[in-house]
């Protein structure tokens, strides 16, 4: 089991083997069958839930779906082949930011158009997981090395943490704001099977959380 995310009545979309499905309590049920490697997913404001497949490791072919509220799988773009991974929908449902791990590259793509634009290369690094900021910005946590990086409305990037000794970040994968204030940030790090609690200086943007989308199909 891969990536997930929460919608408004508790129930989770996951990629899970070579499925997307939905865990409503103890129940789980398969929405989309035959992918490659599901990985991310993530809600736009009116239920639409993308997701990336990443393919094979180095070998491109990675995609990006969109399942649509009624039920619908669509084949939204091929533009990240790259092993695309964790991906984030802004809050007017614009634009649907992603990094590909293998590249290593943050891109852009538009909602409405298809377009998709290079934001940054995050050279000497596996990407892996995203959150976004309130001041416009983007954070990404890196597999590899053991950091999480933040990139601003103007494109710069900076270090936020890093572990040299890989033993408090240890392969960070996915990250998300928690608190109240969202001022919080949890990184799940697959090195050492582990949550890390971080003081980033940051606020995130709250997720989307739809009430009705393909599980009610």
């Known amino acids: 089991m891969l ?5 408004g009545r508790g129930r989770l979309a996951v990629c ?3 499925s997307l499905c939905v865990l409503d309590g103890t129940s789980v049920r398969s929405l989309a069958d035959g992918l ?3 990985n991310y997913p993530a809600f736009a404001p009116d239920g639409t839930l993308y997701f990336s497949d990443s393919g094979t490791w180095a070998q491109g072919g990675g995609r990006v779906f969109r399942l649509f ?3 619908e799988l669509d084949l939204f773009s091929t533009a990240g082949p790259d092993f695309p ?3 984030a929908v802004t809050p007017d449902g614009r634009f649907l930011w992603m990094v590909e791990s293998y590249v290593p590259r943050v891109s852009r793509f538009d909602l409405e158009t298809g377009g ?3 934001v940054t ?12 900021t309130d001041d416009g910005g983007l954070l990404v946590s890196c597999y590899r090395p053991d950091r999480i990086v933040h990139i601003g409305a103007d494109g710069a990037v900076g270090l936020v943490a890093e572990d040299p000794q890989g033993t408090i970040l240890s392969a960070p994968t996915n990250v998300v704001f928690v608190g109240p ?5 949890v990184s799940a790090n697959l090195g050492r099977w582990h949550l890390t609690l971080l003081d980033v200086g940051l606020r995130g943007l709250p997720l989307h959380y739809p009430e009705r989308w393909a599980a009610d199909a």
């Open 85 to 87: 991974n964790g991906c």
């Open 36 to 38: 490659t490697l599901p």
């Open 16 to 18: 899970c083997g070579e």
């Open 181 to 185: 204030e969202r001022d919080r940030l």
């Open 3 to 7: 990536g997930l995310a929460v919608d």
């Open 69 to 71: 509220p009624g039920g």
């Open 116 to 118: 998709c634009e290079e």
């Open 121 to 132: 290369r995050l050279d000497g690094t596996v990407p892996d997981g995203v959150a976004l």
